[in-house]
């Protein structure tokens, strides 16, 4: 089991990357970037050694800790990927209505996408200039944004779809945009109640893991216990 813990953990390691792929997440680089995930040599040495206690006291334990030390690295990938997503999701409805409001007053769609990227934060913000930033060195603004879907997730392909067509076939911008800023509040709206609706799911848990049986115990203890006849004296 250790060894077979140092063997599939040192492959996690040698891997030279992992098939997610994160844009702007941190700050203004590459248009794409692999999240790698290294694991030093003492990670290996402390994961073997887990195992090895585990397994001495309850085999089926050593088992499950390689399991979550080899599925760790991935589960955080993917953690990371979905919060990469939802600030995507969050910040579309804004980022449209500013490109919206810089095409009404005059600017071309590469000003309105600099105004965006300059005057907004978070992944879809630095994506955008990204794309801009490539048309310096000879890129076509359609075709460096068509690479957004793949790194930003699905919710912006409708909004690089009218983009793309304003570039690549003069498209009028604005009508489309105001179009596309009412859906994306609308799906905004529509995200808020659905996560309203899960969070009355959720709160059950704290209510019958922690408060039913604390009920329980202050109420239903003290009439049971009562019931039976006492010692006698």
């Keep these: 089991l250790a060894w077979g813990a140092v063997g599939c953990a040192g492959g996690v390691a040698a891997r030279p990357e992992v098939a997610v792929r994160m844009s702007g997440l941190a700050s203004v680089g590459a248009p794409t970037r692999s999240l790698r995930l290294p694991m030093s ?17 309850f085999p089926p334990a050593g088992l ?5 030390a080899v599925a760790r690295p991935f589960l955080r990938v993917r953690k990371q990927r979905a919060l990469l997503l939802a600030s995507v999701e969050r910040d579309l409805a804004d980022v449209v209505a500013l490109i919206g409001l810089a095409v009404s007053a005059g600017c071309n769609l590469t000003g309105a996408l600099e105004v965006a990227s300059v005057h907004t934060g978070g992944p879809l913000a630095n994506a955008l200039g990204l794309s801009v930033a490539t048309t310096h060195r000879g890129r076509r603004l359609a075709d460096a944004l068509e690479d957004l879907p793949a790194q930003l997730g699905e919710s912006v392909r409708a909004f690089v779809a009218a983009l793309v067509s304003c570039d690549r076939y003069g498209a009028a911008l604005g009508p489309t945009l105001d179009r596309l800023a009412a859906d994306v509040r609308t799906s905004s709206r ?38 039976f006849p006492g010692p006698g004296i």
């Design 41 to 57: 040599p003492r990670t290996l040495v402390w994961v073997a050694l887990a195992v090895l206690a585990s397994a001495a006291v």
């Design 64 to 68: 499950c800790v390689l399991a979550v």
């Design 190 to 227: 529509q995200r808020a109640e659905a996560e309203a609706r899960r969070l009355t799911v959720r709160l059950l848990f704290p209510l019958v893991v922690c408060i039913l049986p604390a009920f329980a115990v202050l109420t239903v203890a003290p009439l049971i216990a009562g019931s």
